[in-house]
């Protein structure tokens, strides 16, 4: 039996399928089985699968297209391994990916899952480090989830039992916010999902995926998960004007927003605290993220007020140069300045082929 099974839907995939392939086989850990699961494609993907010879692969092919939700299901029910790894087919995992997330996993018998940090891989393979900010611990991931995506979905690692207890809901709430669903059912079950603080996979930005085509969706699908959630959970009313700034991060065009967005913000983070004992590490994360957040609101204020109220967020960022104490803040910091200012430099994935 294999320790893992890496879980592959490939639709219509032929233009990035043989990175995202190599990129399975060529992992330092070895100890998988590599389900491909071809949900109908039209195009070459089937002659670019078949053209591997590797033990690994296991090739299944749908007479018809079932769509991914179906699809994922189907392979939860084949896997053979007591962990299924997570694979889109545009995307492309770094090669120790396996290795850390199983040493992860075999340090703490506890833990049912974790994912990492992702590179944007655009379509010129130029690639940025990831800005979002993933929790680190059990808690702060659970508090998160609430709310928003937190974890990369195809880097997802996880207890096979815990997927057939919980499959991915087949409806149509669910419909291309599968990941968002997932994972705040999964935590507010219990099931113990954490982030590594280390870069796993490219994550491709590709103008035919579905963050790109069903945006809008996504946004008002989102929206309801997280408002039943915190209303569930926390008996906090979110309003759609509010989760458009949390999660937007944009849209402070006057200051009575700036200062609206950011005592929700606070009320949000304090009932969570007032409601759980959590850990140490975990309320660190939670301030971490509520720092950086508040953060890009001030940065975003003072991008979109009017002149004569910019001098008084401006006075707000000054104020908070406290936050520089804050290890994760400033890591963010850091790779804005690289990889997203201005003034970055643009850095290039090479190896493609």
Same mark, same amino acid.
């Given at each position: 039996?294999?320790?893992?099974?890496?879980?592959?839907?490939?639709?219509?995939?032929?233009?990035?399928?043989?990175?995202?392939?190599?990129? &399975?086989?060529?992992?330092?850990? +070895?100890?998988?089985?590599?389900?491909?699961?071809?949900d109908g494609s039209t195009d070459e993907s089937e002659?670019?699968?078949?053209?591997?010879?590797?033990?690994?692969?296991?090739?299944?092919?749908?007479?018809?297209?079932?769509?991914?939700?179906?699809?994922?299901?189907?392979?939860?029910?084949?896997?053979?391994?007591?962990?299924?790894?997570?694979?889109?087919?545009?995307? &492309?995992?770094?090669?120790?990916?396996?290795?850390?997330?199983?040493?992860?996993?075999?340090?703490?018998?506890?833990?049912?899952?974790?994912?990492?940090?992702?590179?944007?891989?655009?379509?010129?393979?130029?690639? +940025?480090?990831?800005?979002?900010?993933?929790?680190?611990?059990?808690?702060?991931?659970?508090?998160?989830?609430?709310?928003?995506?937190?974890?990369?979905?195809?880097?997802?690692?996880?207890?096979?039992e815990v997927l057939r207890n919980e499959p991915f809901?087949?409806?149509?709430?669910?419909?291309?916010?599968?990941?968002?669903?997932?994972?705040?059912?999964?935590?507010?079950?219990?099931?113990? &999902?954490?982030?590594?603080?280390?870069?796993?996979?490219?994550?491709?930005?590709?103008?035919?995926?579905?963050?790109?085509?069903?945006?809008?969706?996504?946004?008002?699908?989102?929206?309801?998960?997280?408002?039943?959630?915190?209303?569930?959970?926390?008996?906090?009313? =979110?309003?759609?004007?509010?989760?458009?700034? =949390?999660?937007?991060?944009?849209?402070?065009?006057?200051?009575?927003?700036?200062?609206?967005?950011?005592?929700?913000?606070?009320? =949000?983070?304090?009932?969570?605290?007032?409601?759980?004992?959590?850990?140490?590490?975990?309320?660190?994360?939670? +301030?971490?993220?509520?720092?950086?957040?508040?953060?890009?609101?001030?940065?975003?204020?003072?991008?979109?007020?009017?002149?004569?109220?910019?001098?008084?967020?401006?006075?707000?960022?000054?104020?908070?140069?406290?936050?520089?104490?804050? +290890?994760?803040?400033?890591?963010?910091?850091?790779?804005?300045?690289?990889?997203?200012?201005?003034?970055?430099?643009?850095?290039?994935?090479?190896?493609?082929?």
């Amino acid at each position: 039996m294999p320790k893992i099974t890496v879980l592959m839907p490939v639709y219509n995939g032929e233009k990035y399928l043989r990175s995202a392939i190599e990129s &399975i086989l060529n992992q330092t850990y +070895k100890d998988f089985e590599f389900l491909i699961i071809n949900d109908g494609s039209t195009d070459e993907s089937e002659r670019i699968i078949l053209s591997y010879s590797d033990d690994r692969i296991r090739y299944v092919k749908n007479e018809r297209n079932l769509r991914l939700i179906k699809t994922l299901n189907k392979g939860i029910t084949l896997a053979k391994g007591l962990y299924i790894a997570r694979m889109d087919c545009d995307d &492309i995992s770094l090669p120790n990916r396996f290795e850390e997330q199983m040493q992860a996993l075999e340090k703490d018998p506890t833990l049912d899952g974790v994912s990492g940090r992702s590179y944007d891989l655009y379509y010129d393979l130029s690639i +940025k480090r990831n800005l979002r900010f993933l929790p680190l611990h059990f808690d702060a991931f659970r508090f998160t989830s609430l709310f928003e995506v937190s974890y990369i979905h195809p880097c997802l690692m996880i207890k096979t039992e815990v997927l057939r207890n919980e499959p991915f809901k087949d409806d149509d709430a669910a419909l291309n916010v599968e990941d968002f669903e997932l994972g705040c059912r999964l935590v507010q079950k219990g099931y113990k &999902i954490e982030n590594l603080d280390s870069f796993q996979i490219y994550y491709r930005k590709n103008l035919e995926g579905v963050c790109f085509t069903h945006r809008d969706e996504q946004k008002e699908k989102s929206y309801i998960i997280a408002k039943n959630n915190l209303a569930a959970v926390l008996n906090f009313e =979110l309003t759609a004007n509010f989760y458009s700034l =949390l999660t937007e991060k944009k849209g402070f065009d006057s200051f009575g927003k700036l200062r609206f967005a950011i005592h929700n913000l606070n009320v =949000l983070v304090h009932s969570f605290l007032a409601k759980y004992n959590i850990s140490n590490n975990s309320k660190s994360d939670i +301030k971490s993220w509520m720092r950086i957040r508040k953060f890009s609101f001030y940065v975003s204020a003072l991008k979109e007020i009017p002149v004569p109220f910019k001098f008084v967020v401006l006075f707000y960022l000054v104020s908070k140069l406290g936050y520089c104490l804050d +290890k994760r803040f400033v890591e963010a910091i850091k790779i804005w300045l690289a990889d997203w200012s201005p003034f970055s430099k643009i850095k290039y994935l090479k190896d493609e082929k």
